[in-house]
């Protein structure tokens, strides 16, 4: 798909005198702790306006994918960030032209309307990152990845230090025992993570939803189920507490 105009005039408007506003940009929402960060970490630098969320969601359920976070926590994530959701449904199982083609729609509206940039809280899986810089390439648009290359390590460290709350929704129960479905992303559960597990879980070991830190306004009450097995991860069911 080529460059479209607005994208390419965005393009040519950054060569030179720095603009006097951020470009503007969407960040790519998982839930989680990363794209959760992803936001704080991008708000700081102040170089880009984040002016809104994207997600994909399973068209079955509502849910986001993977990480079974419902639709209504994923709208109240939203309202605590100050930030519009765009909302990608996708079927299940989801072929990947049919996600590709998807997402392309969704960005190429976005484009038109002024965005230039797609922020992303990857880490270090280069594959997943060429990937995203294939497919944005096609629609003119520029990857950030403000995350990348950080020590997962210290890294959960300083999410967990700068106030970021999170928990545990989907564990892989091949590099996990089950009963961490549900728990808390904090510094005992770093500190009880087995050998070559990564902190981050980056590596798919694990999926958090994120309901306070410093990217919110406030924090998110929520609901804690028990663990429990799927075809292939387990996962504790969030709801929010007040429902």
Known sequence: MPKSTCCRRLAAAEVGDRPATPARALLFWSSGKDSAYALHVTRQQGE??????????????????????????????????????????????????????????????????????????????????????????????????????????????????????????CIDPARLAPDFAGRQFDRTLLSTLPEGVDPCGENGEFHTFCFAGPMFRAAIPVRIGAPRQGEVYVHAAVAPADA
């Open 48 to 169: 880009l306006e984040v002016a809104g969320l994207l997600t994909t969601v399973s068209e079955a359920d509502g849910q986001v994918a993977v990480h079974a976070v419902p639709d209504r926590l994923l709208a109240r994530q939203a309202e605590a960030v100050d930030l519009p959701l765009m909302r990608v449904p996708l079927p299940s199982p989801c072929p990947n032209d049919v996600y590709e083609a998807r997402l392309a729609e969704v960005l190429a509206r976005a484009c038109a309307d002024g965005i230039s940039h797609v922020v992303f809280g990857d880490l270090h899986l280069a594959d997943i990152r060429a990937y995203r810089e294939r497919q944005l390439a096609a629609l003119g648009l520029t990857p950030v990845f403000p995350l990348w290359g950080r020590d997962t390590a210290g890294l959960a460290r300083e999410m967990i230090a700068d106030g970021l709350e999170a928990v545990l929704t």
